[in-house]
């Protein structure tokens, strides 16, 4: 039934044999680097690709500040924190979503509140986020207290899904009305644009991870980019166990956590972010062949919202309803291409199954619908 998506993903990747929905490439100075860390023993938490890294994240983002981490999970616990999340605040996030944030959000034994997306993003959509905080909560002393539960709202994390920008200028826009710290998960959006900005930019702090199927990867990284000086220190303290800069003694000012990114991940990092250009280049040929095929069967293509340049992370079809969706997954990953489902709401995980929720119409029809097409950098 679906031989014709199959035939031109086989052709765009010139092979039949097992495609992969996001696999990296190395094809710059990664060899070179991770040998340099060999061979000077420099392999661990200490060495100058970290800062390296740190220093052309910062540039490539624009931001004044970048602080490296070992995931992209560890620099969104670092970041609720830095917002002040403790035990019983709430956070918002969005349902469609993946379930680092809401881990996170655990981690702080905080509890998360789910809010729908735009069927246009895919990310936090601006108009519920806004429609819940004025049914359901009030602002006492510059806090936002939930009606329902009397606990403080302390956090937002909205997300670009696939690279996509969600309404961020709008999000912050409320969030700031509402006295509410916004951290924008970026993890998927390095190389994302929103009018004229990068993504995770708009937050006080931003979090991008460089996991192995993301669009470059450190074979495990994330990082934390703010242009707030005192939030960048905090965030560089809090992730190398809190310890006080000195000649030799061991002090440490508080809890800590060892969440510095190894030199050796910041070594492929660094090769990998010398390729971003072409990465993001490539992916975007590649969005423009998909987005003409499919233009001309009846599947829908999910382009990149309006004022957005995406990163095209992960490729998205749309189809008329989940029986077909099944149908596609099932014939894709028996013949060797792989395709995946968009996330099971966070709502309906056994953990977060009694978080309280807004109306989450969108977020119910994407989640049957949606299904990712591979789109590693083809060379
Ligand atoms: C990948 C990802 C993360 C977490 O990153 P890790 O580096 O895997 O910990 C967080 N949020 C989103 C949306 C992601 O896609």
């Given at each position: 039934?679906?031989?014709?998506?199959?035939?031109?993903?086989?052709?765009t990747?010139?092979?039949?044999?097992?495609?992969?929905?996001?696999?990296?490439?190395?094809?710059?100075?990664?060899?070179?680097?991770l040998n340099?860390?060999?061979?000077?023993?420099?392999?661990?938490?200490?060495?100058?690709?970290?800062?390296?890294?740190?220093?052309?994240?910062?540039?490539?983002?624009?931001?004044?500040?970048?602080?490296?981490?070992?995931?992209?999970?560890?620099?969104?616990?670092?970041?609720?924190?830095?917002?002040?999340?403790?035990?019983?605040?709430?956070v918002?996030t969005?349902?469609?979503?993946?379930?680092?944030?809401?881990?996170?959000?655990?981690?702080c034994?905080?509890?998360?509140i789910?809010?729908?997306v735009?069927?246009?993003?895919?990310?936090?959509?601006?108009?519920?986020?806004?429609?819940?905080?004025?049914?359901?909560?009030?602002?006492?002393?510059?806090?936002?207290i939930?009606?329902?539960?009397?606990?403080?709202?302390?956090?937002?994390?909205?997300?670009?899904?696939?690279?996509h920008?969600?309404?961020?200028?709008?999000?912050?826009?409320?969030?700031k009305?509402?006295?509410?710290?916004?951290?924008?998960?970026?993890?998927?959006?390095?190389?994302?644009?929103?009018?004229?900005?990068?993504?995770?930019?708009?937050?006080?702090?931003?979090?991008?991870?460089?996991?192995g199927?993301?669009?470059?990867?450190?074979?495990?990284?994330g990082?934390?980019?703010?242009?707030?000086?005192?939030?960048?220190?905090?965030?560089?303290?809090?992730?190398?166990?809190?310890?006080?800069?000195?000649?030799?003694d061991?002090?440490?000012?508080?809890?800590?956590?060892?969440?510095r990114?190894?030199?050796?991940?910041?070594?492929?990092?660094?090769?990998?972010?010398?390729?971003?250009?072409?990465?993001?280049?490539?992916?975007?040929?590649?969005a423009?062949?998909?987005?003409?095929?499919?233009?001309?069967?009846?599947?829908?293509?999910?382009k990149?919202?309006?004022?957005?340049?995406?990163?095209?992370?992960?490729?998205?079809?749309?189809?008329?309803?989940?029986?077909?969706?099944?149908?596609?997954?099932?014939?894709?990953?028996?013949?060797?291409?792989?395709?995946?489902?968009?996330w099971?709401?966070?709502?309906?995980?056994?953990?977060?199954?009694?978080?309280?929720?807004?109306?989450?119409?969108?977020?119910?029809?994407?989640?049957?619908?949606?299904?990712?097409?591979?789109?590693?950098?083809?060379l």
């Open positions: 039934m679906f031989k014709n998506v199959i035939n031109l993903i086989q052709e990747y010139k092979t039949k044999n097992h495609i992969p929905l996001h696999e990296p490439q190395f094809i710059g100075n990664e060899k070179k680097y340099d860390c060999i061979d000077t023993t420099f392999v661990s938490s200490v060495g100058n690709y970290v800062d390296k890294a740190e220093e052309k994240l910062a540039k490539y983002t624009g931001t004044k500040y970048a602080v490296a981490t070992t995931n992209g999970t560890s620099a969104l616990h670092i970041s609720l924190i830095l917002g002040g999340v403790e035990q019983n605040n709430e918002i969005q349902s469609l979503n993946f379930v680092a944030s809401c881990n996170a959000i655990s981690y034994n905080a509890k998360p789910f809010i729908d735009d069927k246009e993003t895919m990310g936090l959509s601006p108009s519920a986020l806004k429609l819940f905080l004025e049914n359901n909560t009030t602002i006492i002393n510059k806090q936002c939930n009606n329902k539960t009397n606990k403080v709202i302390k956090a937002c994390v909205p997300m670009h899904s696939y690279g920008p969600c309404r961020i200028d709008k999000i912050k826009e409320i969030c009305q509402h006295y509410i710290f916004l951290i924008e998960d970026a993890a998927e959006s390095l190389g994302s644009i929103y009018k004229d900005k990068h993504t995770g930019t708009f937050g006080k702090l931003g979090v991008i991870s460089f996991n199927n993301k669009t470059i990867t450190a074979g495990g990284g990082c934390i980019i703010t242009d707030d000086k005192f939030l960048a220190k905090r965030a560089k303290h809090l992730t190398t166990t809190a310890k006080v800069p000195h000649k030799w061991f002090n440490h000012d508080m809890i800590g956590y060892n969440y990114m190894p030199n050796l991940n910041a070594a492929l990092l660094l090769a990998q972010l010398e390729k971003i250009n072409d990465f993001i280049d490539n992916k975007r040929d590649l423009n062949i998909y987005e003409t095929f499919f233009s001309s069967i009846d599947i829908k293509f999910f990149e919202p309006k004022d957005s340049k995406s990163n095209y992370w992960l490729n998205s079809i749309i189809f008329k309803n989940k029986q077909q969706r099944d149908q596609f997954l099932e014939e894709t990953n028996s013949n060797k291409v792989m395709t995946r489902p968009i099971t709401l966070m709502n309906k995980l056994p953990m977060f199954k009694d978080a309280e929720c807004g109306e989450l119409t969108n977020s119910e029809w994407l989640g049957e619908r949606v299904v990712n097409i591979p789109s590693s950098v083809r």
